[in-house]
């Protein structure tokens, strides 16, 4: 069954202080990872897709990474509007005209200035 | 867009939540969000008046009369059906599943 397992749950840092979000994930053929960034009350924002290990992707103070088992979103000298839930989703191969995303809990980043 | 964004309402009424994107993508989908269970797929559309079942597609139904419009229809709301409805869409199966969010509809069944 796929199953994606993000790490930790939740993760207070001050500003500037660089750290690691994880997203573990079994899945039947990956067809890309997404991450996507929710602030309270709306709907997630799209920020990245990997599609295969190795592949790296940045914007901003944000940094993706992929391997063949997990995923870091790295986060460099965070500011106090980086702070959210970060979701990391995965898309496998299924039949059909099946197109869905299995996605993890989420981590609760809070930045105090 | 979504609508309504919030709503109340009692168990037993029907209840429709809306979904309309501009983007003129081929799939739209529907989820809800609980605490400590994540984003799970109820219904999704790959077409005018196509519909597959997602993960959790219980107590609901969905209808997609038009290619930007996407609704979920609660028949007889029941208090599980308490939740926060999230509504995507992405362009088609060759763009790899990156899904756009609207802003969600915040649904009490009391």
């Known amino acids: 069954e796929d199953q994606v397992t993000q790490s930790p749950e939740a993760l207070r840092l001050q500003e500037g202080e660089s750290s690691s979000l994880n997203c573990s994930y079994t899945?039947?053929?990956?067809?890309?990872l997404f991450w996507y960034r929710q602030d309270p009350g709306k709907g997630p924002e799209f920020l990245f897709t990997l599609y295969s290990a190795g592949e790296e992707k940045e914007k901003e103070r944000l940094k993706a990474t992929l391997t063949k088992k997990e995923s870091f979103l790295h986060i460099t000298a965070p500011k106090p509007e980086d702070s959210a839930t970060y979701l990391c989703a995965v898309a496998g191969v299924y039949g059909g005209a099946t197109n869905k995303l299995i996605f993890g809990t989420g981590t609760l980043l809070a930045v105090q200035p | 867009t979504q609508s309504p964004r919030h709503k109340v309402t009692e168990t037993g009424t029907p209840v429709t939540l809306r979904c309309h994107q501009t983007e003129n993508h081929r799939y739209m989908y529907w989820y809800r969000q609980d605490p400590g269970l994540g984003l799970r797929l109820i219904y999704f559309s790959y077409d005018v008046k196509m519909k597959e079942k997602g993960d959790i597609p219980e107590g609901y139904s969905v209808s997609r009369e038009k290619k930007e419009r996407f609704s979920l229809i609660l028949e007889s709301a029941s208090t599980n059906q308490t939740s926060m409805y999230l509504c995507?869409?992405?362009?088609?199966?060759?763009?790899?599943?990156?899904?756009?969010f609207g802003p969600g509809t915040r649904l009490t069944v009391l």
């Open positions: 899945v039947s053929g990956l067809r890309g």
């Open positions: 995507a869409s992405s362009l088609d199966w060759s763009s790899y599943n990156e899904q756009f």
